[in-house]
Structure formats: structure tokens, C-alpha cells
């Protein structure tokens, strides 16, 4: 009987283990991609993977669209070459903090912090 409780036990570690690793790396890919919308002038997708980026009315929705397309166009941002996603924290209440290194074309990169939140529709920026 213990050994049946203690391999029951066991196997519920592995589901919670490996779940979290399957919920790691989809928080991680979403913020790679939202990056990757940006590098190739994709505005209005990385806009819309702000969380509840539909309920904004279309003006101000297009406005933040233009915004983004402004700040890429910045000297610094312009160069920017890939994304990829080197650590993350995932919260209890359904948040994650990804942390991304921005590559540039003349061999730099910077690190920055993605907050991100699990919607039914999956990870989206906040």
C-alpha cells in the first residue's frame, strides 16, 4: 500500500512538473513572437497582443498602431535584428515576467522584462 501512495505521489510531482515546463515555454514563445511582429513590421499584431486589446476603440487602437511604428523607426530599434527569450518567472495568479534579448545588427543586444497574462486566448501582453 505505501509503495502504491508513494508512486501515485510521484506521478502527480511529474504532471505539476511537467505542466509548468509546457506553461513556461508558452509564455516564453508568445513573447518571442510578439517581438518578432515588431521586427517585421507587424504594429497592428503586436498591438493586439495586448490583453484586451479588442475592447479598445478603434481610434486610440490605431493610434497606439502608429506609435509603435514610430518608435521602430528610432535609430536604436530600427537595427533591431531577433528576439529570443532567455528566463522567465511565472506568479501564481497567472502571470509571467519573460525576460528577452534584444539582438542588434552591429553584434549588441540588451535585455528587457515582458510582462505577460494567461487569458483564455493564451499569453498576452499586459
Not at 508568445?30 to 490583453?51: H, K, P, R, S
Request: contains cysteine; charged residues 20%.
Amino acid at each position: 500500500m505505501k509503495k502504491f501512495v508513494a508512486s501515485c505521489l510521484l506521478s502527480v510531482v511529474f504532471l505539476v512538473c511537467s505542466c509548468g515546463q509546457y506553461t513556461h515555454k508558452a509564455a516564453r514563445k508568445a513573447a518571442e513572437e510578439y517581438y518578432t511582429m515588431l521586427i517585421e513590421g507587424n504594429y497592428q499584431g503586436f498591438v493586439d497582443g495586448y490583453a484586451n486589446a479588442e475592447s479598445l476603440p478603434e481610434g486610440y487602437r490605431s493610434q497606439l498602431v502608429d506609435a509603435v511604428a514610430q518608435l521602430m523607426a528610432g535609430e536604436r530599434m530600427r537595427n533591431l535584428t531577433g528576439v529570443v527569450a532567455t528566463k522567465d518567472s511565472l506568479l501564481e495568479d497567472s502571470t509571467a515576467y519573460v525576460m528577452l534579448q534584444l539582438n542588434y545588427c552591429d553584434s549588441t543586444s540588451e535585455q528587457i522584462e515582458l510582462p505577460l497574462i494567461l487569458m483564455e486566448e493564451g499569453w498576452r501582453m499586459k
